[in-house]
């Protein structure tokens, strides 16, 4: 079974379970962030989390046996991303993004954040003048070797 | 003067200098995150933040006009990003784009993380198994309008 | 349901029946130009406009479920587009686009009109020199945070 | 003397006058939106229009003359804009382009809304909950040829 | 029926019948190459022409139907055309495109020649060198308008 | 002399003589739509011509040489022209390219019209509802070789 | 039938056949270059080279139909090509183009080799160091109209 | 020195001196189609070569020693190319790339022709129904490695 | 069959069978990089050679068949790639390409290593820090031919 | 200094010297992959090893100054290469990549190669039938992080 046809049964399932994605990742003992991405298609689950992911939202075997592989990643969002919600990501990096280098070297000298030894969160932090979208990266910083 | 000739004054005074982005940030009482930004030609300054960006830089007095400019943003960073400090950024949009959509619907409902009512910080965390990059995003959650 | 899919039903229902968009409007009371909008698979109806949409038209009960989902929005216009309707205002962009940016800012200060917070209507003006078109956009202004 | 340099005085000489683009429009007896294209590079004055222009703002003959000249338009937004401002007007267009063109055929018929025989307006529009920002874009309706 | 699916009907029946564009044009009093791009998805026929190529075709009525809708134009020609009979129109604007705007200026001041109220024809003419191709564009001129 | 810069001086000195393109044209026994095309830089001029073009233009020798070198062509207008006038004209291709290749199949056979042994005319046609712009392209039919 | 399908189902009989493009050539007279070229869905047969072709490769009668049928050229080869085999042609292209231009201008005047009054042939040149690969091409010279 | 300078140079002084490119290439025992490409800044000349050039263009020392350079090949075609005379070529890899493809292996197997072991050169033929251009192509043919 | 469902049905045999490359491989006598390469569809496997790799992973004869068809390459790697694994070597020939270049130049003079007469390898070499990936890339230099 | 200039100076004197990249990477104690890497503008020297690169090729203070900054990669290399040397990597990533992707993940799970704690070599191996270029890559294995 293809990623893209799972990631539909899964959110076609949560959806009429009435599950959260803080519900599944309970199920599991991930975040909900990691866990969204990997029902998404976008990360590989271990044998354990897919069958208990099967069970929480009722997926045939193959598509909990598609959910454990390593998928290619990122042919979901097409560049530039024509989705608003994306493209503010799109615009923070056209922005800050020199902001973000500078920084980055400043703090801690040649290397990058890592996107991969990488996790994230987002947090809904109220506000009384409108609530706000809280989005924490966290990377391992990696310098560049030198050989 | 252009913006593009500013930063470049900006960044050779700063580095003849001796100074950190947060010593040019509490010069003027601001963040290092949106000092570094609006120096490197992403925001602009207002006259009497550029006076004293000017007076501790030694730059010239068109060089302090010029940091006042709203400028055309977005100008510098080619995309995709070659460089790979940036390019990680770009990655987690396509990696951790779907994921983030979704949360940011199932929190909020349907809108966006604003990227202009908008800030972020930098941070350096501590880890014995090697310090992380702390990026945090807090943008002002916008709904759709209906009418 | 696929957006699209209910998009080619609704647009067969609505020519089937006789329908206009305002006719469509009025059933949810929303303005037409929303209405298509939503209607056309770039925003969600909510579940009580959903359903009289779905009465109006006739729609399968999955159409009606699936005209609630918020869409991965942007994905059925070509950029540049081909047709010639919506080239022009690409077109506009193009002519008039430092000018907008321009007259927004000395009005306004540095900031954007938003897209989200955001209106439009279209309507027909006549002339006797051949009937214009008018296109009104309002959008809130928003400034850019500085911190 | 190229466009973009006379646009460079222009600006130059329009800050260092302290003038606003309706001033510049007055003494010409045109609509600031129309000035405001016209001198930054997308639209020819009259010659008459010129030396007024030029008096007003102390440009040099050779940049009273390149004001006359008819432009190759369109040649300073790159495309998708890469600033935010002028990027939510591309976005309504991704986003509100079907609509529009549906709008349009269904009070129209076929045919499009004239980018040439074209005029709009900017202007602010009070709001308690924040000033918002007022685009009307008006344009003859050209009905396509059948032949 | 997609417009696709109505074009391959057409082109299929056309060649069965042992037909001609200008059978079919004079079919419903039209020009052959209006007929031609209409019958080829690129403008919509009234219905009662509808009727009369779907009766000369042998289409089938959800054919005709579809005939009637007015398309998203420009969907069917690659950019830049592989085609080599589309690219020679294509190389004609690379090289002799300055020359056309030059032209079109000095001869009628600021404005375009319409693309909608537009028409065409293409001739065959005797040559004893080698037959021919004579392609006639006419468009309104549209002054630009200032306001 | 690089091409682009005896194009900017064939410009300037045609407008300081207030002449036409005909008057040039005249002068060397040449179409006014070549001459544009030569003079723009996209055909070279013999050396006959050349010096005509040079004398009545008042130009440098050094230009007259460069209007006599064979240049790589169509490096002045991008792809898709931004420029309207010559975007109205990528549109034609657009949206009558599918009529353009089936009539010139259906009249010619298998080839095309070339774009090498072709001429092209501009012209003003008076008209009451607004004169309109001609544009005949004439271009000798190759038929694909069989071999 | 899609000229796709018709070259699948050649290439498919031609295996099953144990034929070569020689084979095909010979039944209809043509040289293995042309006949490839028509029978990979780049050219379309005479009615009668059709039949011989579909009687020697058993295709049936929509097939031999769709070869006829003059095709919408060069949809197969992805640009810059991603097989090796094509793609060093494109590198032939970059790297000896200007001398191509240079030379042919050299020995012709203003002109071009043409595409269609064109030819090639691919044969094998037996060498001790390696056998080599020979393509001829050879096309008319077409030398650039001036009128 | 730049490499694309000192084929300014070169194009220059063959001009000046009325050299054709087999002039140069007798003088370094090279065919004109390698000489040409080589002082056209895609290929490295010997020392003794370039002294030989030098001489015999009365090249400035630097631009000699520049001629030694071996290059960034590739730079100087833009892809698709503008120009006629290259787009041809391109088209001729559009059109019959695949039969390209085919014929080498059928002939050769799984392979390439080389780009590198390469040579080419260009002839004019002569023809009574107009001279034609004949490219000779001739690469090693290198066959895949399985290990 | 297409190459795609071939690899497809491989990829899922292998898994239901819980075989590794190098079992394949063995069973072919060839590399587990080649054979990986072959069964994903990037290589023509010897009649041999399909035959074996059927009767271990069970494919049907059409599988087999179609494992031996010379395949067009490249076609399943988008540009840039999308997925993190295969980016970073695009960002090596990004950052480390000048070094590349400038030494195969500085040891071979001017010549490529050949990505056809090439083979690979990919290891994991133990290290306490953590363990490595090493590619090990290996192609004959072509030197430029000069003729 | 700019980068681009420092490594022009630096490519000059080397030139100039006769030295070669071990030369100059025996000086700082690096190799030469990362020596030639640095200097070609790819990476930073620390202060010291700028000093002894400034004294051996006889920089100025400000180049040996520049050679210190962090620099933006990736910005000298085009995608796709048009040079033949660094092409052929970009190839290898097109027909291997996916081969590269299963093997990497099969010897270490979800994860990638590091480019940043990454080091490669390239040598020249001797063989009798044609020497071989060896290229090296070697970098942490990167899994990917589940939180």
Redesign the interface.
């Known amino acids: 079974m293809e990623k893209a046809e799972v990631t539909r049964q899964v959110i076609e399932a949560k959806q009429r379970l009435g599950l959260?994605?803080k519900d599944i990742a309970g199920a599991i003992g991930?975040?909900?962030?990691?866990t969204?991405?990997a029902l998404?298609?976008?990360?590989?689950l271990s044998p354990e989390e897919a069958q208990k992911v099967g069970s929480l939202l009722e997926l045939p075997e193959d598509a909990v046996q598609a959910l454990t592989v390593?998928p290619?990643?990122?042919?979901?969002?097409?560049?530039?991303?024509?989705?608003?919600?994306?493209?503010?990501?799109?615009?923070?990096?056209?922005?800050?993004?020199?902001?973000?280098?500078?920084?980055?070297?400043?703090?801690?000298?040649?290397?990058?954040?890592?996107?991969?030894?990488?996790?994230?969160s987002?947090?809904?932090?109220e506000?009384p003048?409108?609530?706000?979208?809280?989005?924490?990266?966290?990377?391992?910083?990696?310098?560049?070797?030198?050989?």
């Not at 991930?30 to 990691?34: D, K, V």
């Not at 998404?40 to 590989?44: E, N, R």
């Not at 987002?122 to 932090?125: G, P």
């Open positions: 959260k994605w991930r975040s909900e962030a990691w969204a991405t998404l298609g976008q990360a590989p390593i290619y990643r990122g042919t979901t969002v097409p560049m530039p991303p024509t989705d608003p919600v994306l493209y503010r990501f799109y615009e923070i990096l056209l922005v800050y993004g020199p902001a973000l280098k500078e920084l980055i070297h400043e703090k801690f000298g040649d290397g990058i954040m890592s996107a991969i030894d990488f996790e994230m987002v947090r809904r932090v506000d003048k409108g609530d706000r979208v809280q989005v924490v990266m966290n990377g391992k910083f990696l310098p560049y070797r030198k050989w």
